[in-house]
């Protein structure tokens, strides 16, 4: 096998990163743009010890959750941006809700019957697969042209449209025009209804149009934040997250709870509404941004302590100590991780929601938690990034009897 061979091949089951499994000649294949059980001739783009990426340029046998894509980049050797228009919207669930059973148990290390108990489904959001996604970075080429970039690739591809950007960034003229100083140009469309324009250059954004704080309304709340500053980017996400985390842990009047990787503080606010004035929620943010955020946000909430520090650090340094009732959990892609976990254990929680935007991470985080006698008793997850391979997951952690 070379790269840039094309070669027959059958698709097997699905795998994490927007793939399907394939195997030639006992050769692991990774295979994008391609469905379970189609047979396709595909492009090797990649070798590695042991395995080889490919992308399916011509189906020969469809699976009947094959659509045509909506979108004219969403091909091989083009935008990389989704990994799923060419898969039907309920088949792309199905699709996600395989992957995350299948990280639970070779990750996780939990048993299928345990899995299946969990009864674990991604859900769609209101609104569609389309339309949706409130901010867009474009990256910029050499000829100052906005545009995304191909998978696994720095090469931007120009674009005249993208049909996942939320419609008023559609509206923009970004794409339309020439960027020849800026390295990235950064849209937002938020959910206060404020559209902001900013270019990157050198790290460093500069605003073109719209206001450079944007205001957000979710949990009941308006919230202000830079437009640069980090929120979900689909309108129903932050209300949709809330939701869940506040329905597992069930908050009750007066109980501490600790908001770990807490943002603008999202979650400190839906906690402290339901713990009430006198209760303590502590939120630990190391962004400065998401720290100046959530000053300014929680400020009418007396009993919500900010705390500028790494997770890690203000466990391990005892910045915040326990004993504490609830616990919320929303790290980056790469997890708590096990000091994390660990520590949030010895500090003796009846309960841990775990909100998390990845599979692997979360399963080597359920081991953690599962290895010290914890169970995983509900897992939701939702569908915060429609035609991408991305999902959203929000686990409940009980500590053992007694």
């Not at 309920?90 to 299928?112: N, P």
């Not at 959001?125 to 474009?138: F, I, K």
Request: net charge negative.
């Amino acid at each position: 096998m070379e790269e840039a061979e094309r070669i027959e091949l059958t698709v097997d089951a699905v795998a994490p990163g927007g793939h399907c499994v394939a195997r030639v000649d006992g050769q692991v294949v990774f295979v994008r743009h391609a469905l379970p059980g189609e047979r396709v001739r595909a492009e090797v783009t990649e070798l590695h010890k042991g395995f080889a990426r490919a992308d399916a340029v011509e189906i020969l046998q469809a699976s009947p959750d094959r659509v045509e894509p909506p979108c004219p980049y969403a091909k091989p050797g083009r935008c990389g941006g989704c990994d799923l228009q060419h898969v039907a919207p309920a088949a792309q669930l199905a699709w996600k809700t395989d992957v995350v059973r299948e990280q639970l148990v070779r990750l996780g290390r939990l048993t299928d019957a345990e899995v299946d108990a969990l009864g674990v489904t991604v859900e769609a959001l209101p609104g569609g697969p389309l339309g949706w996604r409130s901010r867009v970075r474009y990256a910029v080429d050499a000829a100052g042209r906005a545009g995304l970039l191909k998978h696994r690739s720095h090469e931007v591809v120009p674009i005249d449209r993208c049909l996942i950007a939320h419609p008023a960034i559609q509206e923009l003229p970004v794409l339309g025009a020439r960027w020849p100083d800026a390295e990235a140009v950064e849209t937002v469309a938020s959910t206060g209804g404020d559209v902001s324009v900013a270019t990157v250059t050198e790290g460093v954004a500069t605003a073109v149009s719209g206001p450079q704080a944007v205001r957000e309304v979710a949990a009941g709340r308006d919230w202000e934040l830079p437009a640069a500053g980090f929120w979900q980017v689909h309108p129903a996400a932050a209300d949709t997250l809330v939701t869940a985390v506040l329905d597992l842990l069930d908050p009750r009047p007066g109980e501490s709870a600790w908001d770990l990787y807490g943002g603008a503080g999202l979650f400190a606010a839906a906690l402290a509404g339901r713990v009430g004035p006198d209760a303590r929620v502590t939120l630990v943010e190391s962004s400065a941004q998401g720290v100046a955020a959530a000053r300014e946000n929680l400020a009418d909430l007396a009993g919500v302590e900010v705390v500028a520090a790494r997770v890690e650090t203000a466990l391990a340094r005892r910045r915040i100590t326990g004993p504490v009732d609830l616990v919320v959990l929303d790290p980056p892609r790469s997890g708590a991780g096990a000091a994390v976990v660990r520590d949030v254990i010895a500090a003796g929680p009846r309960a841990v929601a775990y909100v998390a935007c990845d599979p692997a991470a979360f399963a080597r985080d359920v081991r953690t938690f599962t290895a010290a006698g914890w169970r995983l008793t509900a897992l939701r997850g939702y569908d915060l990034f429609p035609m991408t391979q991305h999902v959203e997951l929000v686990g409940l952690f009980r500590p053992p009897a007694g």
